[in-house]
Protein backbone atom coordinates (compact mmCIF):
# COMPACT_ATOMS: atom_id res chain seq x y z
CA UNK A 1 0.00 0.00 0.00
CA UNK A 2 1.30 3.66 -0.91
CA UNK A 3 2.84 5.65 1.95
CA UNK A 4 3.83 9.09 2.25
CA UNK A 5 7.70 8.85 4.22
CA UNK A 6 9.50 11.30 5.68
CA UNK A 7 13.20 11.97 6.75
CA UNK A 8 14.82 12.08 9.26
CA UNK A 9 12.84 10.48 11.75
CA UNK A 10 14.51 12.42 14.52
CA UNK A 11 16.54 15.88 13.43
CA UNK A 12 18.67 17.48 16.71
CA UNK A 13 19.45 20.92 15.38
CA UNK A 14 21.26 24.50 17.65
CA UNK A 15 19.08 27.52 17.97
CA UNK A 16 19.55 29.72 14.84
CA UNK A 17 20.53 26.79 12.28
CA UNK A 18 18.91 25.72 9.03
CA UNK A 19 16.78 22.90 8.91
CA UNK A 20 15.66 21.02 5.84
CA UNK A 21 12.95 18.36 6.52
CA UNK A 22 12.12 16.06 3.61
CA UNK A 23 9.10 13.89 2.55
CA UNK A 24 8.12 11.87 -0.13
CA UNK A 25 4.51 12.25 -1.15
CA UNK A 26 2.13 9.08 -1.92
CA UNK A 27 2.86 9.25 -5.83
CA UNK A 28 -0.58 9.81 -7.39
CA UNK A 29 -1.23 12.69 -5.42
CA UNK A 30 -1.43 16.29 -6.51
CA UNK A 31 -1.72 17.75 -3.30
CA UNK A 32 0.68 18.24 -0.52
CA UNK A 33 0.45 19.39 2.89
CA UNK A 34 2.68 20.29 5.94
CA UNK A 35 1.65 19.89 9.62
CA UNK A 36 3.07 20.78 12.70
CA UNK A 37 2.41 19.08 16.59
CA UNK A 38 4.22 20.52 19.81
CA UNK A 39 4.47 18.25 22.24
CA UNK A 40 1.01 17.47 23.51
CA UNK A 41 -0.84 20.06 21.77
CA UNK A 42 -3.22 19.83 18.94
CA UNK A 43 -2.29 18.88 15.22
CA UNK A 44 -1.77 22.49 13.33
CA UNK A 45 -1.91 23.49 9.69
CA UNK A 46 1.33 25.08 8.11
CA UNK A 47 1.16 24.71 4.46
CA UNK A 48 -0.52 23.41 1.73
CA UNK A 49 1.40 23.01 -1.77
CA UNK A 50 -0.46 22.29 -5.33
CA UNK A 51 1.12 22.80 -9.21
CA UNK A 52 4.74 23.86 -8.03
CA UNK A 53 3.13 26.65 -5.79
CA UNK A 54 1.67 27.68 -1.98
CA UNK A 55 -2.30 27.23 -2.42
CA UNK A 56 -2.39 28.18 1.32
CA UNK A 57 -0.51 29.05 4.69
CA UNK A 58 -1.43 29.71 8.07
CA UNK A 59 -0.01 32.44 10.50
CA UNK A 60 2.61 30.11 11.75
CA UNK A 61 4.33 30.07 8.31
CA UNK A 62 6.15 32.97 8.51
CA UNK A 63 9.37 34.00 6.62
CA UNK A 64 11.76 31.50 7.77
CA UNK A 65 9.56 28.74 6.28
CA UNK A 66 9.91 27.70 2.84
CA UNK A 67 8.59 24.62 0.64
CA UNK A 68 9.79 23.23 -2.70
CA UNK A 69 9.42 20.13 -4.70
CA UNK A 70 13.05 20.23 -6.29
CA UNK A 71 11.80 16.86 -7.95
CA UNK A 72 9.44 14.57 -9.36
CA UNK A 73 9.12 12.90 -5.72
CA UNK A 74 10.43 14.97 -2.64
CA UNK A 75 8.52 17.99 -1.13
CA UNK A 76 10.64 19.96 1.32
CA UNK A 77 10.40 22.19 4.40
CA UNK A 78 12.63 24.40 5.44
CA UNK A 79 13.26 26.39 8.34
CA UNK A 80 15.48 28.81 7.89
CA UNK A 81 16.72 30.18 11.26
CA UNK A 82 15.65 27.36 13.90
CA UNK A 83 13.98 29.10 16.87
CA UNK A 84 13.59 27.11 20.70
CA UNK A 85 9.78 27.33 19.96
CA UNK A 86 10.46 25.14 16.57
CA UNK A 87 10.50 22.01 18.83
CA UNK A 88 7.86 20.19 17.90
CA UNK A 89 6.52 16.97 15.09
CA UNK A 90 6.39 17.54 11.88
CA UNK A 91 4.29 15.68 9.22
CA UNK A 92 4.06 15.65 5.95
CA UNK A 93 0.56 14.71 4.15
CA UNK A 94 -0.74 14.36 0.37
CA UNK A 95 -3.93 14.23 -1.06
CA UNK A 96 -5.59 13.17 -4.75
CA UNK A 97 -7.81 16.81 -4.34
CA UNK A 98 -8.81 19.15 -2.57
CA UNK A 99 -10.67 18.11 0.00
CA UNK A 100 -9.82 14.80 -0.23
CA UNK A 101 -8.45 11.50 2.66
CA UNK A 102 -4.84 13.27 3.87
CA UNK A 103 -2.61 10.63 4.46
CA UNK A 104 0.31 11.54 6.67
CA UNK A 105 3.80 10.10 6.80
CA UNK A 106 5.50 9.46 10.23
CA UNK A 107 6.92 12.85 11.30
CA UNK A 108 10.26 14.14 11.80
CA UNK A 109 10.78 15.06 15.23
CA UNK A 110 12.59 18.53 15.61
CA UNK A 111 14.13 19.41 18.46
CA UNK A 112 16.20 22.64 18.83
CA UNK A 113 19.12 23.61 21.91
CA UNK B 1 -11.82 31.90 14.59
CA UNK B 2 -12.37 28.07 13.04
CA UNK B 3 -12.59 26.26 15.90
CA UNK B 4 -13.34 21.95 16.53
CA UNK B 5 -14.02 20.91 19.71
CA UNK B 6 -13.68 17.62 20.93
CA UNK B 7 -14.03 16.06 24.87
CA UNK B 8 -10.23 15.46 25.76
CA UNK B 9 -11.21 12.58 28.08
CA UNK B 10 -9.74 10.08 29.06
CA UNK B 11 -12.60 7.78 28.07
CA UNK B 12 -12.63 4.99 29.45
CA UNK B 13 -14.13 1.71 28.00
CA UNK B 14 -14.00 -2.38 29.17
CA UNK B 15 -13.37 -4.74 26.28
CA UNK B 16 -15.94 -5.64 24.18
CA UNK B 17 -17.76 -2.18 24.86
CA UNK B 18 -19.03 0.33 22.16
CA UNK B 19 -17.19 3.56 22.47
CA UNK B 20 -18.62 6.87 21.41
CA UNK B 21 -16.30 9.46 20.40
CA UNK B 22 -18.22 13.20 19.66
CA UNK B 23 -16.64 16.55 17.55
CA UNK B 24 -18.34 19.77 17.15
CA UNK B 25 -17.41 22.72 14.44
CA UNK B 26 -17.68 26.23 14.04
CA UNK B 27 -17.65 26.47 10.60
CA UNK B 28 -21.12 25.83 8.42
CA UNK B 29 -20.13 25.64 5.19
CA UNK B 30 -17.76 22.71 5.88
CA UNK B 31 -16.96 19.89 3.07
CA UNK B 32 -15.57 17.06 4.67
CA UNK B 33 -14.78 15.46 7.68
CA UNK B 34 -12.22 12.89 9.36
CA UNK B 35 -10.94 10.96 11.55
CA UNK B 36 -7.97 10.21 12.88
CA UNK B 37 -6.42 7.91 15.34
CA UNK B 38 -2.76 8.29 17.18
CA UNK B 39 -0.84 6.66 18.95
CA UNK B 40 1.49 8.08 21.57
CA UNK B 41 4.66 9.36 19.42
CA UNK B 42 3.09 8.61 15.95
CA UNK B 43 1.43 10.23 13.30
CA UNK B 44 -2.40 10.47 12.25
CA UNK B 45 -3.66 7.30 10.72
CA UNK B 46 -7.04 8.03 8.77
CA UNK B 47 -9.42 5.71 9.76
CA UNK B 48 -13.17 7.29 8.38
CA UNK B 49 -13.95 9.84 6.31
CA UNK B 50 -17.38 11.31 5.95
CA UNK B 51 -18.84 13.96 3.73
CA UNK B 52 -22.98 13.85 3.73
CA UNK B 53 -25.10 13.68 6.51
CA UNK B 54 -26.11 10.37 7.96
CA UNK B 55 -23.92 6.86 9.27
CA UNK B 56 -20.90 6.01 7.66
CA UNK B 57 -20.05 2.08 8.82
CA UNK B 58 -16.51 0.37 7.94
CA UNK B 59 -16.10 -2.72 9.81
CA UNK B 60 -15.99 -1.84 13.80
CA UNK B 61 -16.06 2.36 12.94
CA UNK B 62 -19.06 3.84 12.14
CA UNK B 63 -18.61 7.54 11.29
CA UNK B 64 -22.19 9.65 12.38
CA UNK B 65 -22.43 13.22 10.40
CA UNK B 66 -25.02 15.96 11.41
CA UNK B 67 -24.31 19.22 9.53
CA UNK B 68 -27.57 21.09 10.90
CA UNK B 69 -26.20 20.49 14.16
CA UNK B 70 -22.66 20.55 13.06
CA UNK B 71 -21.94 17.35 14.83
CA UNK B 72 -19.78 14.32 13.72
CA UNK B 73 -19.10 11.13 16.10
CA UNK B 74 -17.21 7.99 15.89
CA UNK B 75 -18.35 4.85 16.95
CA UNK B 76 -16.44 2.12 17.76
CA UNK B 77 -18.05 -1.26 18.07
CA UNK B 78 -16.64 -4.44 20.24
CA UNK B 79 -13.71 -2.18 21.53
CA UNK B 80 -10.11 -3.87 21.51
CA UNK B 81 -7.56 -2.75 24.13
CA UNK B 82 -5.54 -2.37 20.35
CA UNK B 83 -8.21 0.70 20.01
CA UNK B 84 -6.84 2.61 23.33
CA UNK B 85 -5.28 5.77 21.25
CA UNK B 86 -6.25 9.30 21.37
CA UNK B 87 -8.98 10.04 18.10
CA UNK B 88 -8.46 13.12 16.12
CA UNK B 89 -11.78 14.96 14.43
CA UNK B 90 -10.55 16.59 11.47
CA UNK B 91 -12.52 19.19 9.28
CA UNK B 92 -12.24 21.01 6.24
CA UNK B 93 -13.10 23.95 6.54
CA UNK B 94 -13.38 27.50 4.50
CA UNK B 95 -9.82 29.07 4.97
CA UNK B 96 -8.64 32.45 3.50
CA UNK B 97 -10.54 32.67 0.35
CA UNK B 98 -13.05 31.02 -2.00
CA UNK B 99 -12.86 27.96 -2.61
CA UNK B 100 -10.01 27.53 -0.48
CA UNK B 101 -10.34 24.43 2.82
CA UNK B 102 -7.98 23.29 5.05
CA UNK B 103 -7.86 20.99 7.44
CA UNK B 104 -8.80 21.63 11.23
CA UNK B 105 -7.92 19.13 13.69
CA UNK B 106 -9.43 18.85 17.42
CA UNK B 107 -7.50 18.32 20.49
CA UNK B 108 -8.17 14.53 20.63
CA UNK B 109 -10.10 12.40 22.69
CA UNK B 110 -8.41 10.09 24.35
CA UNK B 111 -9.84 6.32 24.51
CA UNK B 112 -9.21 3.57 27.16
CA UNK B 113 -10.12 0.23 26.27
CA UNK B 114 -9.67 -1.48 29.60
CA UNK B 115 -8.94 -5.45 29.09
Known amino acids: EPEVTQTPSHQVTQMGQEVILRCVPI?????FYWYRQILGQKVEFLVS????????KSEIFDDQFSVERPDGSNFTLKIRSTKLEDSAMYFC???????????FGPGTRLTVT | QKEVEQNSGPLSVPEGAIASLNCTYSDRGSQSFFWYRQYSGKSPELIMS????GDKEDGRFTAQLNKASQYVSLLIRDSQPSDSATYLCAVNMAYSGAGSYQLTFGKGTKLSVIP
Open chain 1, 27 to 31: SNHLY
Open chain 1, 49 to 56: FYNNEISE
Open chain 1, 93 to 103: ASSEGISYEQY
Open chain 2, 50 to 53: IYSN
